[in-house]
């Protein structure tokens, strides 16, 4: 057992130690699953042979007098655990969703009862805020100086009505910029406790925005054209899929390939070669290419001119362009060296 694993559970033991009837202490115990799995008022009403609010009523008597001697300081072995706890959420940034801080404090991934003892004994330590969890925040622990529950919600809140606004991710220096903060790592500590945002390679959305929370496939080729900014052919495309942080990334290039083809989001501009139609690319043969770009421009085109345009949304070789340009019964040549669209039968 580590250090800090030796501090917490001294301080749960002796913070029990104040709560005198063994009813008591078994009916916290099992609030706050210290033993095992958290269990509901009428669980314990049930176990006990009394009312689910008198369960009620005896826990948040037991709660206020465990504040009120906190307090005081006369639980000595919580204060080493205060200062633990402070100490790792000053470098997490001031507040933290309660797995990650049990994570870091009992450096290992934190068991149900480790987290649960981090948790009771926030519900009552003057130096340490609780959220508790909801729709809309995880379950968090802070530095009470740096805020109550109900500033702490107020600042969660304002980064998502920010994000909101923004209407596309943002990184943290662009939060920094609209937010009044000392550090930015305040404000992603801070935007880790709502549910309502979600982050992928320090950029930050809406929990419910692909580009930074993708739950299938489709979504997870988006996020990595979007981020490299330039058409992929499908195997690199796969290739990044399963060198990335995504969960669930070992995915076969056939189900990509396939997805691709599927999706209007990605057009084939070349052989395996796959572009975002947000950035103006269109779907359609080389042939179809040419007619649009010719009846956009209204008049004639030099061959030069269409190839160079062509080539600004197909990946393909100029000899591709020059063939479909043949087509009689598309395009016809109205001088040497000029193209306009054919003339449609009646």
């Known amino acids: 057992m580590n250090q800090n694993a030796e501090i917490l559970k001294n301080a749960i033991k002796g913070s029990l130690n104040i709560v005198e009837q063994d009813r008591e202490k078994e009916i916290i115990s099992r609030r706050f699953g210290l033993k095992g799995s958290r269990e509901t008022l009428e669980q314990i009403g049930e176990m006990l042979s009394i009312t689910r609010e008198r369960v009620r009523q005896l826990e948040k008597a037991i709660l206020i007098r465990l504040q009120i001697t906190a307090e005081d300081n006369k639980i000595p072995e919580l204060l080493a655990a205060e200062k633990i706890l402070v100490r790792n959420l000053t470098e997490m940034g001031r ?47 802070g530095i009470a100086e740096y805020g109550d529950t109900r500033t702490v919600k107020e600042r969660i809140d304002k980064i998502v009505e920010i994000i909101k606004n923004n209407k596309k991710p943002m990184t943290l220096d662009e939060l920094d910029e609209a937010l009044d903060y000392e550090h930015p790592s305040y404000i992603k500590a801070t935007a880790s406790i709502s549910k309502q945002l979600a982050t992928l390679n320090d950029i930050w959305g809406l929990a419910k925005w692909p580009s930074v929370n993708p739950k299938n496939i489709r979504d997870k080729i988006f996020v990595i054209l979007e981020s490299h900014k330039e058409p992929m052919h499908f195997s690199a495309i796969a290739k990044e899929i399963k060198e990335s942080n995504f969960k669930r990334k070992n995915v076969t290039m056939q189900a990509i390939h396939n997805e ?79 193209y306009t669209v054919a003339d449609q039968p009646n």
């Open 95 to 141: 507040v933290a969703k309660i797995s990650d801080l049990a994570d870091k404090v009992y450096e290992k991934k934190a068991s149900t009862s480790e987290k649960s003892g981090i948790y009771f004994i926030a519900t009552f330590s003057k130096n340490l805020t609780v959220i508790e969890e909801s729709d809309k925040y995880h379950t968090a622990i």
């Open 260 to 338: 691709l083809i599927k999706d209007p989001r990605f057009i084939l501009i070349g052989r395996g070669i796959y572009a975002l139609s947000s950035w103006g690319y269109k779907k359609g043969t080389i042939a179809d290419i040419i007619k649009s770009i010719l009846e956009k421009s209204g008049e004639p085109m030099t061959r030069e001119e269409i190839v160079k345009q062509v080539l600004k949304t197909r990946k393909v070789k100029e000899t591709t362009i020059l063939l479909n340009l043949q087509n009689k019964k598309l395009f016809k040549k109205v001088e040497k060296n000029l």
